[in-house]
């Protein structure tokens, strides 16, 4: 027993003493490389920062209405604000999250959502370019019609909606402002959710859940995507084109399962146990009272597959549990899943 404690205590001074020189290190020297994550307080964002503090780089997140400690509250829409920012952040890198990402609030809103998803983006990606840092801006499937997929990152494209027309815009001024930039189109996302109406993936619980009979899209062909791995193909790409100047425009990734917002709820069903016959697959194409939504825009990823980035595949019952387990009423799976 002495002698444990005395490895305990030997082991927190050791702590200690690393903490230490972490602190001199940031304070005397600072080379771990600076990321500036906008939208860090929204859905992808969180998992970036997330990922990037798990890497040696120090973060710098900024969030706007949701900004919490740790964070910086930074309206981007306020040119003066992102001028100061930068100069007060200095960051190597830029990983560009923010956006007005809901179709339909797009669709309502589109001056709102012009202002972050493309000048936003246009004058980021001007300091970045004046300051050489690396900008990566996240794009979406949305700016291909889904006529003909899958789409390679060279495919024309053609958005059906608002929101996918303010994102293409967007990756021209990234582009136009700063023709280093890299750019990740991804699809729908989900992830760690604070509430599961913040993803249209997540959302899909709460049909799941109340066992009342409820029709479910069957005819838009999706890719659930998981935001962890979209992080980490951030961060690896980052440290790629750090290296390599080759690396730079336009990627694709995507989860690798096709399924339609009624495939998603059976598939959450029979995760977690749970009876899934109270799901209707609708087939008639929904009425045209909310945004239009490509049919199947499904992303070819070879490009970024040829970058050999070590990212393992998942499976969306699995990730999906580690995302829903929260939200659960059966306390069994707190207890067997994950302690
Ligand atoms: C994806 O793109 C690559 C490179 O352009 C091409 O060789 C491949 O055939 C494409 N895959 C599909 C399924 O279209």
């Given at each position: 027993m002495f002698y444990l404690g005395f490895n305990v205590n030997f082991m927190s001074?050791?702590?200690?003493?690393?903490?230490?020189?972490?602190?001199?290190?940031?304070?005397?020297?600072?080379?771990?490389?600076?990321?500036?994550?906008?939208?860090?307080?929204?859905?992808?964002?969180?998992?970036?920062?997330?990922?990037?503090?798990?890497?040696?780089?120090?973060i710098i997140g900024t969030g706007n209405s949701r900004a919490k400690p740790r964070l910086l509250s930074c309206d981007l829409t306020d040119e003066a604000a992102?001028?100061?920012?930068?100069?007060?952040?200095?960051?190597?890198?830029?990983?560009?999250?923010?956006?007005?990402?809901?179709?339909?609030?797009?669709?309502?809103?589109?001056?709102?959502?012009?202002?972050?998803?493309?000048?936003?983006?246009?004058?980021?990606?001007?300091?970045?370019?004046?300051?050489?840092?690396?900008?990566?801006?996240?794009?979406?499937?949305?700016v291909f019609d889904g006529r003909n997929p899958p789409y390679g990152e060279d495919d024309a494209p053609n958005p059906l909606n608002v929101y996918g027309k303010s994102k293409l815009q967007g990756e021209r001024e990234a582009l136009r402002h700063c023709p280093g930039a890299l750019i990740l189109r991804v699809p729908v996302l989900y992830g760690e959710v604070t509430s599961v109406t913040e993803s249209a993936v997540t959302c899909l619980?709460?049909?799941?859940?109340?066992?009342?009979?409820?029709?479910?899209?069957?005819?838009?062909?999706?890719?659930?995507?998981?935001t962890r791995q979209v992080a980490a193909v951030c961060r690896r790409l980052c440290e790629r084109a750090r290296q390599d100047s080759s690396v730079r425009g336009v990627f694709h990734f995507s989860g690798n399962e096709q399924m339609t917002k009624y495939q998603m709820g059976v598939a959450m069903a029979q995760a977690f146990d749970l009876p899934s016959n109270h799901l209707i697959p609708l087939t008639e194409q929904p009425a045209a009272a909310s945004a239009h939504r490509?049919?199947?825009?499904?992303?070819?990823?070879?490009?970024l597959q040829l970058l050999n980035l070590g990212i393992e595949p998942t499976t969306f019952s699995s990730s999906i549990?580690?995302?829903?387990?929260?939200?659960?009423?059966?306390?069994?799976?707190?207890?067997?899943?994950?302690?």
């Amino acid at each position: 027993m002495f002698y444990l404690g005395f490895n305990v205590n030997f082991m927190s001074l050791f702590l200690f003493k690393i903490k230490c020189v972490c602190v001199v290190r940031s304070v005397m020297m600072d080379p771990s490389p600076r990321v500036l994550v906008t939208g860090a307080t929204g859905l992808l964002g969180r998992a970036m920062c997330k990922e990037f503090e798990g890497s040696d780089w120090t973060i710098i997140g900024t969030g706007n209405s949701r900004a919490k400690p740790r964070l910086l509250s930074c309206d981007l829409t306020d040119e003066a604000a992102v001028r100061r920012l930068l100069s007060d952040s200095k960051p190597h890198v830029i990983v560009h999250c923010a956006a007005e990402r809901r179709p339909d609030v797009v669709e309502r809103h589109p001056e709102a959502a012009a202002n972050l998803n493309v000048h936003a983006t246009a004058l980021l990606a001007s300091l970045a370019a004046a300051s050489g840092a690396l900008f990566l801006y996240i794009s979406t499937d949305y700016v291909f019609d889904g006529r003909n997929p899958p789409y390679g990152e060279d495919d024309a494209p053609n958005p059906l909606n608002v929101y996918g027309k303010s994102k293409l815009q967007g990756e021209r001024e990234a582009l136009r402002h700063c023709p280093g930039a890299l750019i990740l189109r991804v699809p729908v996302l989900y992830g760690e959710v604070t509430s599961v109406t913040e993803s249209a993936v997540t959302c899909l619980w709460l049909n799941v859940e109340s066992e009342e009979i409820s029709a479910l899209d069957h005819t838009q062909q999706k890719f659930p995507t998981d935001t962890r791995q979209v992080a980490a193909v951030c961060r690896r790409l980052c440290e790629r084109a750090r290296q390599d100047s080759s690396v730079r425009g336009v990627f694709h990734f995507s989860g690798n399962e096709q399924m339609t917002k009624y495939q998603m709820g059976v598939a959450m069903a029979q995760a977690f146990d749970l009876p899934s016959n109270h799901l209707i697959p609708l087939t008639e194409q929904p009425a045209a009272a909310s945004a239009h939504r490509p049919i199947n825009s499904q992303l070819n990823c070879s490009r970024l597959q040829l970058l050999n980035l070590g990212i393992e595949p998942t499976t969306f019952s699995s990730s999906i549990v580690e995302c829903l387990w929260p939200f659960t009423a059966d306390r069994r799976w707190r207890q067997t899943v994950f302690h």
